[in-house]
């Protein structure tokens, strides 16, 4: 059997924390042993150990680099005889997994800054190769920007996001009735943290503006963060807050999602973006900028609208053009659930990383 830690820095559940839940799925429980460690006191506690999945806490909150969780994580490591530490952004883990005599992969989930002179590029690839044995990316994109951050290529396996498709077969939609809305009535929704990388701004500006062609419509924003009062504030200063909806954090998602007319991510740096993915499992046409691992996913006019990113005017379009067009909003929604079914199923995804784990088991 054997045994992997997850470290995580999250205390509730985003990228991360649904790629785990994703990764959990299909996993071989008859070859690998899965344990989290991650802050308590949050929902992602909460949901891991309604799954029957070992939790150990970590104090201090959500950091990454957080020096005291080191020795903790040894402890854990040590006394459960961990073999492979896979972190999801949190050097401690690193540090701990690899002072520990672990094996050590880290997941990279969305973009960073890779605009890194010489030293920096040096220092990146000494700390790469000092405090982990695999990199696994989530996109090509994803890949390109750890290589131009200084991380050597041989390191990184680049493994698409996959969902579980089981989750998005025969789901009914749940939040008309919710919101006691009528039939005619178009949503346009969105998934994602209430963070600075989400383009929310770019999305509520774009939103008003298709309300002087939709008058009716509704924005239904799921999601939770630091961003919620200013994004409600910036609602009301544009007098739109009564066609706007924040829903905050929500477990039955997919039962949300399947009442949108139109799903949209607007964001101005993304990994690939799972609600993305989940959106197009159900049929949903997307409006999604054009950055990092998207275009990966969405062929503009086949399976999806493309958008530059930060740009509130091509998104609105973006918007309109769906909503006035069903018979096209049918076939985008019909050849986004072919994409995601044929390409990004957690059972590759699981398949792909329990082979990284192998692999690097068998290194001496």
């Given amino acids: ?62 950091s990454s680099t957080n020096l005291g969780h080191i020795q903790k994580l040894r402890h854990i490591i040590s006394r459960e005889k961990i073999d492979i530490v896979h972190t999801h952004a949190s050097l401690a883990g690193r540090i701990a997994g690899k002072l520990s005599g672990c094996k050590v992969v880290m997941t990279r989930h969305g973009l960073s800054n890779s605009n890194n002179g010489p030293v920096k590029r040096f220092i990146t690839k000494v700390i790469s ?90 924005l239904v924003i799921i999601g939770e963060g630091p961003l919620r009062e200013s994004l409600k504030e910036m609602c009301v200063r544009l007098g ?49 900028t054009e950055t990092g691992g998207i275009p990966e996913v969405i062929k503009h006019g086949v399976n999806g609208i493309l958008v530059p990113a930060g740009n509130d005017k091509y998104l609105a379009e973006g918007i309109i053009k769906v909503l006035s067009d069903k018979n096209q909003a049918k076939m985008l929604g019909r050849e986004a659930q072919k994409t995601v079914f044929q390409k990004f199923s957690s059972k590759t995804m699981i398949e792909n990383t329990e082979e990284v784990y192998l692999e690097i088991l068998q290194r001496v």
């Avoid at 299909?26 to 929902?43: L, N, S, T, Y």
């Avoid at 996109?139 to 089981?166: F, Q």
């Avoid at 943290?193 to 939103?207: C, H, M, Q, S, W």
């Avoid at 690939?272 to 959106?279: C, F, H, W």
């Fill in 1 to 62: 059997m054997i045994k992997v830690l997850h470290v995580l820095t999250d205390t509730n559940i985003g990228g991360a924390g649904r790629y785990l839940f994703n990764l959990l799925s299909f996993q071989d429980k008859d070859r690998f042993q899965i344990m989290v460690a991650c802050p308590g006191g949050g929902e992602l506690e909460r949901q891991l150990k309604c799954r029957g999945i070992r939790v150990f806490t970590l104090d201090g909150g959500e």
């Fill in 129 to 218: 190769r000092l405090s982990t044995d695999r990199i696994i990316a989530i996109s090509r994109a994803v890949k390109i920007n750890l290589i131009d951050s200084g991380v050597p290529a041989n390191m990184i396996t680049t493994i698409y996001n996959g969902i579980d498709l089981s989750k998005f077969e025969n789901v009914k939609g749940t939040l008309r009735e919710e919101l006691s809305l009528a039939p005619d009535i178009p949503i346009v929704g969105i998934v994602a943290r209430l963070v600075p990388e989400k383009g929310y701004e770019y999305a509520i500006n774009a939103f008003y503006q298709v309300l002087k062609v939709f008058p009716s419509a509704l």
């Fill in 240 to 288: 739109i807050e009564n066609n706007v909806v924040f829903m905050g954090y929500r477990q039955d998602v997919e039962n949300l999602v399947a009442d949108f007319d139109v799903f949209v991510l607007p964001s101005v740096s993304e990994g690939l973006g799972l609600a993305l993915l989940e959106a197009m499992a159900l049929g949903k046409p997307a409006v999604a």
